[in-house]
């Protein structure tokens, strides 16, 4: 079993950051892929930003592209989500999700299966 704890989300104004972080333990991630989704109430769960575990290359939605980076420490076995120019639109519960390689580490499409954290807010204020 795959245990995944977010953290680093808050309250900042358009234009600020916030480095969200994802601590895996359970066992070592080390193939497959992960990533970062976000969901505002009433809306589906999008793909943000996911990386292949080996490769580095994924995906990431058209409306992050230039804003986000995603990252990963493998010593540390944590992922991380550096959002810079933040917008209110960017305002949603972020969760992290890790599952074996499949078309949804390229399309941003929720994983059928695999390991969800429990989300960390992040709220942007005009």
């Known amino acids: 079993q795959v245990q995944l704890v977010e953290s680093g989300g808050g309250s900042v104004q358009a234009g600020g950051s916030l480095r969200l972080s994802c601590a895996a333990s359970?066992?070592?991630?080390?193939?497959?892929?992960m990533g970062w989704f976000r969901q505002v109430s009433g809306k589906e769960r999008e793909g943000v930003a996911i990386?292949?575990?080996?490769?580095?290359?994924?995906y990431y939605a058209d409306s992050v592209k230039g804003r986000f980076t995603i990252s990963r420490d493998n010593a540390k076995n944590t992922l991380y989500l550096q959002m810079n120019s933040l917008k209110p639109d960017d305002t949603a519960m972020y969760y992290c999700?890790?599952?074996?390689?499949?078309?949804?580490?390229?399309?941003?499409?929720?994983?059928?299966?695999?390991?969800w954290g429990q989300g960390t807010q992040v709220t942007v204020s005009s």
């Open positions: 999700a890790a599952a074996a390689a499949g078309s949804w580490c390229y399309t941003g499409v929720r994983p059928t299966v695999g390991y």
């Open positions: 359970g066992k070592t991630i080390s193939s497959g892929c």
């Open positions: 990386m292949y575990i080996t490769s580095g290359g994924g």
